[in-house]
Protein backbone atom coordinates (compact mmCIF):
# COMPACT_ATOMS: atom_id res chain seq x y z
CA UNK A 1 0.00 0.00 0.00
CA UNK A 2 1.63 3.59 -1.13
CA UNK A 3 2.18 6.17 1.26
CA UNK A 4 3.28 9.14 1.67
CA UNK A 5 7.04 9.22 2.61
CA UNK A 6 6.20 12.49 4.72
CA UNK A 7 3.71 10.21 6.60
CA UNK A 8 6.20 7.67 7.03
CA UNK A 9 8.33 9.77 8.21
CA UNK A 10 6.39 11.04 10.78
CA UNK A 11 5.40 7.67 12.08
CA UNK A 12 8.94 6.29 12.66
CA UNK A 13 9.41 9.41 14.60
CA UNK A 14 6.61 8.56 16.84
CA UNK A 15 7.91 5.69 16.93
CA UNK A 16 11.35 6.43 18.34
CA UNK A 17 9.33 8.26 21.00
CA UNK A 18 7.89 5.04 21.81
CA UNK A 19 10.81 3.16 22.04
CA UNK A 20 12.41 5.74 24.05
CA UNK A 21 9.91 5.45 26.64
CA UNK A 22 10.26 1.54 27.36
CA UNK A 23 13.79 2.42 27.18
CA UNK A 24 12.99 4.11 30.23
CA UNK A 25 10.95 1.86 32.31
CA UNK A 26 13.35 -0.45 33.57
CA UNK A 27 10.60 -3.29 34.12
CA UNK A 28 11.18 -3.53 30.28
CA UNK A 29 13.68 -5.38 28.32
CA UNK A 30 15.27 -2.42 28.10
CA UNK A 31 18.40 -4.62 25.76
CA UNK A 32 15.96 -6.07 23.21
CA UNK A 33 14.16 -2.48 23.18
CA UNK A 34 17.18 -0.69 22.63
CA UNK A 35 18.21 -3.62 19.76
CA UNK A 36 14.49 -2.80 18.02
CA UNK A 37 15.45 1.29 18.83
CA UNK A 38 18.99 0.74 16.88
CA UNK A 39 17.41 -1.28 13.92
CA UNK A 40 14.76 1.37 12.94
CA UNK A 41 17.32 4.60 14.05
CA UNK A 42 19.72 3.40 11.73
CA UNK A 43 17.29 1.93 8.81
CA UNK A 44 15.23 5.42 9.41
CA UNK A 45 18.50 7.14 8.73
CA UNK A 46 20.23 5.74 5.93
CA UNK A 47 16.57 5.73 3.87
CA UNK A 48 16.96 9.03 4.30
CA UNK A 49 20.20 10.33 3.30
CA UNK A 50 20.18 7.57 0.99
CA UNK A 51 16.62 8.16 -0.91
CA UNK A 52 14.90 10.99 0.06
CA UNK A 53 17.38 13.86 1.02
CA UNK A 54 18.74 13.78 -2.42
CA UNK A 55 15.36 13.81 -3.79
CA UNK A 56 13.94 16.76 -2.04
CA UNK A 57 16.97 18.73 -2.28
CA UNK A 58 15.74 19.14 -6.29
CA UNK A 59 13.15 21.20 -4.98
CA UNK A 60 13.41 24.76 -4.89
CA UNK A 61 12.20 25.78 -1.51
CA UNK A 62 14.05 22.49 0.61
CA UNK A 63 17.22 24.23 1.55
CA UNK A 64 20.21 22.51 1.49
CA UNK A 65 21.52 23.98 4.53
CA UNK A 66 18.97 22.06 6.52
CA UNK A 67 19.84 18.60 4.46
CA UNK A 68 23.02 18.60 5.39
CA UNK A 69 22.18 19.80 8.73
CA UNK A 70 19.47 16.68 8.84
CA UNK A 71 22.52 14.74 7.88
CA UNK A 72 25.04 16.10 10.73
CA UNK A 73 22.01 15.18 13.28
CA UNK A 74 21.57 11.55 11.74
CA UNK A 75 25.81 11.24 12.64
CA UNK A 76 24.95 12.90 16.10
CA UNK A 77 22.48 10.22 17.04
CA UNK A 78 24.43 7.02 15.86
CA UNK A 79 27.23 8.72 18.25
CA UNK A 80 24.83 8.74 21.21
CA UNK A 81 23.74 5.45 20.07
CA UNK A 82 26.94 4.06 19.79
CA UNK A 83 28.01 5.02 23.36
CA UNK A 84 24.68 3.57 25.11
CA UNK A 85 25.24 0.39 22.65
CA UNK A 86 28.62 0.24 24.37
CA UNK A 87 27.00 0.73 28.11
CA UNK A 88 25.59 -2.88 27.53
CA UNK A 89 23.99 -3.37 30.89
CA UNK A 90 21.06 -1.36 31.54
CA UNK A 91 21.77 -1.38 35.30
CA UNK A 92 24.89 0.26 34.83
CA UNK A 93 25.44 3.66 36.59
CA UNK A 94 25.98 5.56 33.10
CA UNK A 95 23.02 3.94 31.16
CA UNK A 96 20.54 6.70 32.07
CA UNK A 97 23.18 8.86 31.70
CA UNK A 98 23.57 7.93 28.25
CA UNK A 99 20.25 7.41 27.34
CA UNK A 100 18.89 10.94 27.87
CA UNK A 101 21.95 11.54 25.81
CA UNK A 102 20.56 10.04 23.06
CA UNK A 103 16.74 11.26 23.61
CA UNK A 104 18.24 14.66 23.33
CA UNK A 105 19.80 14.26 20.81
CA UNK A 106 17.18 12.49 18.64
CA UNK A 107 14.34 14.68 19.54
CA UNK A 108 16.12 17.45 18.58
CA UNK A 109 17.06 16.34 15.02
CA UNK A 110 12.55 15.23 14.91
CA UNK A 111 11.88 18.46 15.70
CA UNK A 112 13.66 20.63 13.39
CA UNK A 113 13.31 17.94 10.29
CA UNK A 114 9.65 18.26 10.85
CA UNK A 115 9.73 22.06 11.71
CA UNK A 116 11.91 22.41 8.54
CA UNK A 117 12.55 19.63 6.49
CA UNK A 118 9.00 18.01 6.34
CA UNK A 119 7.23 21.08 6.27
CA UNK A 120 8.91 22.17 3.40
CA UNK A 121 8.40 19.52 1.24
CA UNK A 122 4.29 19.17 2.42
CA UNK A 123 4.20 22.43 0.60
CA UNK A 124 6.31 22.19 -2.77
CA UNK A 125 6.73 18.34 -3.52
CA UNK A 126 3.91 17.14 -5.55
CA UNK A 127 1.86 14.71 -3.90
CA UNK A 128 2.53 11.41 -6.49
CA UNK A 129 6.24 12.55 -6.01
CA UNK A 130 5.62 11.67 -1.79
CA UNK A 131 4.22 8.52 -2.71
CA UNK A 132 6.98 7.55 -5.00
CA UNK A 133 9.49 8.63 -2.18
CA UNK A 134 7.37 6.78 0.39
CA UNK A 135 8.11 3.39 -1.62
CA UNK A 136 11.68 4.31 -2.10
CA UNK A 137 11.67 5.08 1.74
CA UNK A 138 10.28 2.00 2.97
CA UNK A 139 12.27 0.05 0.09
CA UNK A 140 15.44 1.07 1.31
CA UNK A 141 14.70 0.77 4.95
CA UNK A 142 13.55 -2.63 4.37
CA UNK A 143 17.03 -3.46 2.75
CA UNK A 144 19.19 -1.59 5.81
CA UNK A 145 17.43 -3.60 7.93
CA UNK A 146 17.95 -6.69 6.34
CA UNK A 147 21.29 -6.28 6.39
CA UNK A 148 21.72 -6.02 10.13
CA UNK A 149 22.06 -1.98 10.32
CA UNK A 150 21.33 -2.53 14.06
CA UNK A 151 23.75 -4.26 15.34
CA UNK A 152 26.63 -2.70 17.18
CA UNK A 153 29.33 -3.36 14.63
CA UNK A 154 27.64 -1.66 11.43
CA UNK A 155 27.04 1.23 14.10
CA UNK A 156 30.05 1.60 14.88
CA UNK A 157 31.08 1.57 11.00
CA UNK A 158 28.49 4.17 10.82
CA UNK A 159 29.99 6.25 13.15
CA UNK A 160 33.65 6.12 11.82
CA UNK A 161 32.27 6.68 8.36
CA UNK A 162 30.17 9.95 9.13
CA UNK A 163 32.23 11.76 12.42
CA UNK A 164 33.35 14.15 10.04
CA UNK A 165 29.99 15.58 10.11
CA UNK A 166 30.14 15.76 13.70
CA UNK A 167 33.84 17.29 14.40
Known amino acids: M ?12 RRFEDLFRRLRDNSNDRVAVLGDLAELLVAHAEAEEGEIYPALRRFSDIDDHE ?8 AEGHQ ?4 LMEVGDPEAQEWDEKLEDLVKAINHHLDEEERTILNSARDTVPEQRRV ?6 VEARAASVAAGCGDISHVRDLVERTKHRVD
Open 80 to 83: ALLA
Open 132 to 137: ELGDKF
Open 2 to 13: AADVIELILADH
Open 67 to 74: VEHGAEEH
